[in-house]
């Protein structure tokens, strides 16, 4: 049989199991969950009959799995891999030890690809889209939008105003920005004047960094918490615009502490926090009971509840990315930066980060130049992000986000 027989075999496989899931009241959350994932870490095969796939040899399924990963590179043929991954258990975990990180092949796959570093050689290009009637971020795999519209979405965002600060939920489908949702990936929070964000992951930036529970934000009972709901937050980055003071024309000055990736890592041998599999885990069947949570019961755990291992306690250990200083232009009589033709509007959000690093830290001169993430805008509510090694997808669209927030102070 051929490698596109199979392929097909497992797609209808997989058509199968989503009809199956879509029964009942749940119908809706699940077809939300298949058309907005990446790859939805979710295995229904221990409620129906596996069939013969799941008896195959394991040298044969090695084979299987591992020339399927090596011919689709991209989405929506990448898409061959969820039906691989979807088949059984035996099959969803050799799909996941033969699907690297972003680090290591450049791609994603798994929705816990958006929360490990990109790759070190070329960026990942990604584009966001603004909703401003419903406040809603959007970010999607690729370089423009497509005609289609039928773009892979990765991550999305929504702008909550309070009486005090700004919330932008982040979430890993388009429309559920529950934080007692397991779609919850964290949220970037701004101060009353919009010039300082921190970032909040809901999950600990390696899968060993949490020693302790840490400190509760609000004040609510732990019965209060489903245990099976990703209700934690830890902040992991801090984002500061520098005030214009005398209201001089430039562009904005912003440096973002990365509390949970340390200065090392961009050093020859060194590495960044890589979480392997999400806390609450997508292989449980939990996924489909009722979420028992209030509201405003969400835990939010400082760095210092984070162990030294995974994030370091001194600022001089941490990695801080700065905006890249652009040049005056006489001719055009304006700021300008090269974005290799990724930016094409003129805009105040534009930016590039790239390492804030002291000369006595050796960094290599091109390693302090190479942009990590690039933010500029190509057209009425659309923006191109680029990113890439130590960053991930979520840490680089929460950075962006604080872009889209309102600096009265800054500008």
Not at 128 to 155: H, Q, T, W
Not at 174 to 190: C, P, T, V
Request: with cysteine; charged share 25%; proline share 6%.
């Amino acid at each position: 049989m051929s490698l596109k027989s199979i392929v097909r075999e497992l797609r209808e496989m997989k058509d199968g199991i989503g009809n199956i899931s879509r029964r009942g009241t749940e119908r809706k959350h699940w077809s939300n969950r298949t058309r907005s994932h990446i790859v939805p870490d979710v295995a229904l095969s221990d409620q129906i009959e596996q069939g013969q796939w799941a008896n195959l040899p394991p040298e044969l399924l090695l084979d299987i799995i591992r020339r399927v990963e090596e011919s689709e590179l991209s989405w929506p043929a990448r898409s061959a891999l969820l039906f691989c991954a979807s088949v059984c258990k035996s099959w969803r975990g050799i799909t996941k030890e033969i699907v690297k990180t972003p680090e290591e092949c450049g791609r994603l796959t798994f929705p816990i690809s958006l929360k490990q570093p990109g790759p070190r050689e070329s960026p990942i290009q990604c584009f966001i889209k603004r909703d401003r009637a419903n406040s809603v971020y959007r970010l999607y795999f690729g370089m423009i939008p497509s005609e289609d519209e039928r773009d892979k979405l990765l991550l999305s965002a929504k702008k909550i105003r309070r009486a005090t600060n700004t919330d932008f939920v982040i979430s890993f489908v388009a429309d559920d920005f529950s934080r007692a949702s397991n779609m919850y990936a964290g949220k970037l929070r701004s101060n009353f004047l919009g010039t300082k964000f921190s970032i909040h992951d809901s999950q600990p930036p390696s899968d060993a960094a949490i020693q302790q529970p840490g400190r509760l934000s609000r004040r609510f009972h732990a019965k209060q918490v489903s245990p099976r709901v990703p209700a934690c937050n830890y902040r992991v980055a801090t984002i500061s615009y520098e005030l214009n003071v005398l209201r001089t024309r430039g562009p904005r000055r912003m440096h973002s502490a990365m509390h949970s990736i340390p200065l090392s890592s961009i050093q020859e041998g060194g590495s960044a926090p890589t979480p392997k599999s999400f806390p609450q885990s997508f292989d449980e069947k939990s996924f489909s009971a009722p979420l028992a949570i209030a509201k405003e019961s969400a835990m939010d755990i400082s760095s210092s509840g984070i162990s030294r291992s995974a994030v370091t306690a001194t600022s001089q250990d941490i990695l801080v990315l700065k905006n890249k200083a652009p040049r005056w232009h006489e001719q055009l009589q304006c700021w300008c930066l090269n974005f290799k033709g990724r930016v094409t509007v003129a805009s105040v959000k534009n930016f590039q980060l790239v390492a804030a690093v002291d000369p006595s830290h050796n960094i290599p001169v091109a390693e302090q130049e190479k942009v990590i993430l690039q933010f500029g805008k190509i057209g009425k509510d659309i923006f191109t992000m680029d990113y890439r090694y130590p960053l991930s997808a979520f840490q680089a669209f929460a950075i962006c986000l604080s872009s889209f927030d309102t600096k009265p102070a800054c500008e």
